[in-house]
T-cell receptor, first 110, second 116 residues
Framework: LAKTTQPISMDSYEGQEVNITCSHNNIATNDYITWYQQFPSQGPRFIIQGYKTKVTNEVASLFIPADRKSSTLSLPRVSLSDTAVYYCLVGATGGFKTIFGAGTRLFVKA | DAGVIQSPRHEVTEMGQEVTLRCKPISGHNSLFWYRQTMMRGLELLIYFNNNVPIDDSGMPEDRFSAKMPNASFSTLKIQPSEPRDSAVYFC??????????????FGQGTRLTVV
């Protein structure tokens, strides 16, 4: 499985846009990029998934350049409740195996 | 659907005792994952099953750990004997790769294990 690298932590203020970038230089042709969010004392929760270009849902946007060696999770206008750990995952179709790295701890301040 | 259900939510046991964690995946999901989360090591994949068959157990730390999935609706993770370093939050997750493309994993609330 492709290894991912993302910042250990980030700070932001309420109302700001937050961009978290993940590097995955060894991504394979059939790999998808998936982001999860984890709040304290809860299991991770799926946020967004994409293969190339841009994907947007009601929670976030995911930007993937043409070479797919990195991806950026964009959270618009964050609130205090967005304080969580965000994981970037890369895996093949079928989702048989999901590997989590250390994640990025986002702290949103008032 | 109630989601992935894990029991117990909290477990405190003495070193040397056997511990059994339980998981009920989402109905219809045929992949099941067990993870362990600690501050030091983050979220580690221990083992995953596909159609009740263990596919990869390379993440299982040692022989004291074993996992079974006797049917599509139930799985257990057993630690025997337990040690203080096994203290962690254990998560179970399930997914449905049959949906095609890539899929998401749905996580339970976790079992917080403390071995004293």
């Amino acid at each position: 499985l492709a290894k991912t690298t993302q910042p250990i932590s980030m700070d932001s203020y309420e109302g700001q846009e937050v961009n978290i970038t993940c590097s995955h230089n060894n991504i394979a042709t059939n790999d998808y990029i998936t982001w999860y969010q984890q709040f304290p004392s809860q299991g991770p929760r799926f946020i967004i998934q994409g293969y190339k270009t841009k994907v947007t849902n009601e929670v976030a946007s995911l930007f993937i350049p043409a070479d797919r060696k990195s991806s950026t999770l964009s959270l618009p206008r964050v609130s205090l409740s967005d304080t969580a750990v965000y994981y970037c995952l890369v895996g093949a179709t079928g989702g048989f195996k999901t590997i989590f790295g250390a994640g990025t701890r986002l702290f949103v301040k008032a | 659907d109630a989601g992935v259900i894990q029991s117990p939510r909290h477990e405190v046991t003495e070193m040397g005792q056997e511990v059994t964690l339980r998981c009920k995946p989402i109905s219809g999901h045929n992949s099941l994952f067990w993870y362990r989360q600690t501050m030091m090591r983050g979220l580690e994949l221990l083992i995953y099953f596909n159609n009740n068959v263990p596919i990869d157990d390379s993440g299982m730390p040692e022989d004291r750990f074993s996992a079974k999935m006797p049917n599509a609706s139930f799985s257990t993770l057993k630690i025997q004997p337990s040690e203080p370093r096994d203290s962690a939050v254990y998560f179970c997750a399930s997914s449905d790769p049959g949906q095609g493309l890539n899929t998401e994993a749905f996580f339970g609330q976790g079992t917080r294990l403390t071995v004293v």
